[in-house]
């Protein structure tokens, strides 16, 4: 449960994801005009996966204007710590993905803490299937398609992952393990896998003299905002923790993983839980690209002018050609919208 001097916490979460959704509204607005790549990029916006009429349960289609037939797939789901952000603050993501030639299916998901586990992998998983359903009408491979996730998405992400390859007993996970579903690969970047132990990050006194106060808050705050009240029974809760359930062996009947890709700034209070996932699929024999970038802090990556971002995005990049198309040398020909880094981020 959160401390009295986290009490303030949620009306702050909920007054920076207004500001960041009104300044998306705006920013994205001129962006696309003013980088080339992005113009080139159509939108479909607001796109129902399940009937509720919720703006949580909408999603974006990005695609580019000049592709002609189908494209391999990505499922996006954006970070805000499980209570604020939205596809929308998320466009970036979607914009830079579908400029390299892939259609990009950015969703909505109900937010804690009044939308708590497992709501918001709950839509993640019906927007997934939705896409597995409908994509093709929209000119998605769905034979190619890839999870990618960031901050509180990448655990959605794993969590997604791991249902899709692994029997639960979980009825909501059923039929996304059932459907036999080929994720291709999966990439959760720089995420909080595991909410049943936050006090991890600064048990040590070393590292809790070194970690701001507010930092710990905002910690405590997202593990609060999945689980709510519940946060003190969470190993009754293992799917919310998808980190730990890769940490145990393969149960039976489970499949495959899909190959991962990750990443992590050495400044990030999460580097912890990305080299556990890392080590976690190593002792699976499941391919895990692992990037760290020292003195990186948490979604460096969006800064897109910055070295480290680029070189991010262009290892995802290679990762991705690799997967999706057979290996980086094929991808600008099997898909002939392929933008450079160069292009990518000269604007």
């Known amino acids: 449960m959160a401390r009295p001097r986290d009490s303030l916490m949620p009306l702050v979460r909920n007054g920076v994801d207004k500001a960041a959704n009104r300044l998306s509204h705006v920013g994205y607005g001129v962006l696309p005009w ?73 969703i909505n998901y109900r937010l804690g803490p009044v939308h708590s586990y497992p709501k918001p992998l709950k839509d993640a998983i019906a927007a997934f299937e ?122 039976r009947g489970s499949r495959p993983l899909p190959p991962f890709f990750t990443t992590v700034g050495t400044a990030d209070p999460l580097l912890g839980d990305t080299i556990r996932l890392n080590d976690a699929l190593a002792r699976r024999n499941t391919e895990c690209e692992m990037h760290v970038f020292r003195g990186e802090i948490h979604a460096f990556n969006v800064m897109l002018w910055r070295a480290a971002a680029r070189e991010q995005w262009g290892a995802l990049f290679d990762f991705l050609d690799k997967h999706m198309h057979g290996t980086a040398a094929q991808a600008p020909e099997q898909a002939p919208h392929y933008v450079s880094l160069a292009e990518t981020f000269a604007e």
């Open 34 to 106: 003013v980088v080339q790549s992005w113009r080139r990029v159509h939108v479909e916006h607001n796109v129902p996966y399940r009937n509720t009429g919720r703006r949580s349960h909408l999603l974006d289609i990005y695609r580019s204007r000049e592709a002609v037939g189908s494209l391999p797939t990505i499922v996006y789901i954006h970070g805000g710590a499980f209570s604020m952000m939205s596809k929308d603050t998320h466009r970036i993501m979607a914009y830079v993905l579908a400029a390299q030639g892939y259609q990009v299916f950015n």
């Open 130 to 251: 939705w896409v597995l359903d409908n994509g093709a009408k929209y000119g998605a491979d769905t034979t190619r398609l890839a999870i990618i996730g960031e901050s509180a998405g990448a655990n959605l992400t794993a969590a997604l992952a791991y249902c899709a390859t692994h029997p639960r007993p979980e009825p909501f996970t059923r039929s996304i393990f059932e459907r036999d579903a080929k994720i291709v690969c999966v990439a959760p970047l720089y995420g909080l896998l595991d909410v049943h132990d936050v006090r991890r990050f600064w048990r040590d006194p070393e590292k809790s003299r070194r970690m701001a106060s507010w930092i710990k808050g905002e910690i405590r705050g997202t593990a609060y905002s999945y689980l709510g009240r519940r946060l003190n029974r969470a190993l009754q809760f293992p799917l919310a923790s998808p980190l730990r359930l890769f940490e145990r062996p393969a149960v």
